[in-house]
T-cell receptor, first 113, second 112 residues
């Protein structure tokens, strides 16, 4: 049982490049979340999903897109990366109704030059 | 005003000290509350949930004050290994409308 995994762990992009971050969970959780964490800013919710095939915007969705085609995977896409998207990205999952605890992945450190 | 606020610290305390953190939230509809611990360059991990009646887990005690809209975390007999950032989290709504909001975190440094 690996829990929540994220791929890649590190990435450097040039401005304007695109990339996709993959989050996978093997706990059969319904809900999944993407956060970014910047120094002094804490965790901010980008997008989330309450089940396969559903997505919703969080606090800071601009510049990102997501997809949840399979229950176990939640993808975060950057279509045209900007230096302001340099951050650490965390994925999290939650079992579902009646379960409040979130389980986080190890994070992806992204630098946009 | 940020929805969930914490004193960023750092709190610098000697081993064996008792230290307390507070976290205030602005949305009275908030329904569940948590403390997470985050080590440097690692992911947050749940430390404990916070229940209305207060709860204790070893050296850690969490309390909720709905009237004043804050939660607290008390650490007794601090250990060097307690050095970390402590994040409070507040959840609004329920089920599918559950939106978690995190504070910016409070840094704790325990020194010998």
């Amino acid at each position: 049982n690996a829990g929540v995994t994220q791929t890649p762990k590190f990435r450097v992009l040039k401005t304007g490049q695109s990339m996709t971050l993959l989050c996978a969970q093997d706990m059969n959780h319904e809900y999944m979340y993407w956060y970014r964490q910047d120094p002094g800013m804490g965790l901010r919710l980008i997008h989330y999903s309450v089940g396969e095939g559903t997505t919703a915007k969080g606090e800071v969705p601009d510049g990102y897109n997501v997809s949840r085609l399979k229950k176990q995977n939640f993808l975060l896409g950057l279509e045209s990366a900007a230096p302001s998207q340099t951050s650490v990205y965390f994925c999290a999952s939650r079992a579902g109704l009646g379960a409040d605890t979130q389980y986080f992945g190890p994070g992806t450190r992204l630098t946009v030059l | 005003r940020k929805e969930v606020e914490q004193d960023p610290g750092p709190f610098n305390v000697p081993e064996g000290a008792t230290v307390a953190f507070n976290c205030t939230y602005s949305n009275s509809a908030s329904q569940s509350f948590f403390w997470y611990r985050q080590d440097c360059r690692k992911e947050p991990k749940l430390l404990m949930s916070v229940y209305s009646s207060g709860n204790e887990d070893g050296r850690f005690t969490a309390q909720l004050n709905r009237a004043s809209q804050y939660i607290s975390l008390l650490i007794r007999d601090s250990k060097l290994s307690d050095s970390a950032t402590y994040l409070c989290a507040v959840n609004k709504g329920s089920g599918g409308s559950y939106i978690p909001t995190f504070g910016r975190g409070t840094s704790l440094i325990v020194h010998p």
